[in-house]
């Protein structure tokens, strides 16, 4: 069963790392690290190219998540170690997700996971990341923050997790954590948050922004940990 799981992460890692945030743009014409926020994640990537490619760059990191879970699924087929096999699938997909914000083709930068985390949920416990991604819809319908939808979202999974039947116990756990990753990762977005100079959200393409205009990140502490 160790053997699966460690394949089933190292497939995970890889998957998560292809930066098509950064490919998509660089065809264009455009370094994503230095524009807008830096982040090679869809939001930014939004502001770039337009809604189009980003909802395409979104699905893609849904489905980097997505993938990986999926192929835990058909390799680990019971539970292990004490722990659910549904748990060890979404310990999966979270390598996906490290491999997203720490891509080894970036050297070891990337994006803040959110779109892969959810990918990883829906491949693991779909109940659980969908009911979360209604959360974030929601929050940002009401207040156009992706930063602070992405938190409540993450946050809420916990309590769907105690909410909705047949769900291993475990992944409450696993949230918790994933919650408190989430939070580290939006630090400077915390910040302005409670600033009140947290930009609000257009799908209007934006190529006028550079990355001195900050955003959605700072240029020093929130970079050096996407």
């Known amino acids: 069963m160790i ?3 460690l394949t089933a992460c190292g497939i995970a890692y890889l998957i998560g790392a292809i930066p098509f945030g950064v490919l998509a743009t660089r065809s264009k014409g455009i370094d994503i690290f230095q524009f807008g926020s830096g982040n090679p994640g869809a939001t930014n990537v939004a502001r ?3 809604k189009t490619w980003g ?5 893609l990191d849904v489905l980097k998540g997505v ?6 699924r058909l390799l680990i087929k019971g539970d292990a170690w004490g722990l659910h096999a549904q748990s060890l699938w979404f310990a999966v997909g979270l390598a996906a997700v490290a491999g997203h914000c720490c891509s080894v083709f970036l050297r070891f930068r990337g994006g803040k996971g959110i779109a892969t985390s959810l990918g990883a949920g829906i ?9 979360a991604f209604g959360i974030f819809l929601v929050v940002f319908g009401v207040t156009r923050f992706v930063s602070l939808a992405s938190i409540v979202a993450v946050i ?3 309590l769907f997790v105690w909410l909705i039947p047949q769900q291993a116990p475990e992944l409450a756990v696993a949230f918790i954590l994933l919650s408190i990753f ?3 990762r939006h630090r400077g977005n915390i910040r302005r948050l409670l600033n009140h100079t947290e930009p609000k959200f257009s799908f209007k393409k934006n ?3 550079n990355a001195s205009q900050d955003l959605s990140e700072p240029s020093t502490d929130d970079r050096n940990g996407q």
Do not use: D, W
């Open 156 to 158: 809420s999974a916990v």
């Open 182 to 184: 989430t939070i580290y």
């Open 55 to 59: 909802m395409a760059i979104f699905l």
């Open 207 to 209: 190529p006028s922004v």
């Open 48 to 50: 770039a190219l337009g």
């Open 123 to 131: 491949g693991a416990c779909p109940l659980v990341a969908l009911s």
């Open 67 to 72: 993938v990986p879970a999926v192929i835990a």
């Open 3 to 5: 053997r699966e799981f």
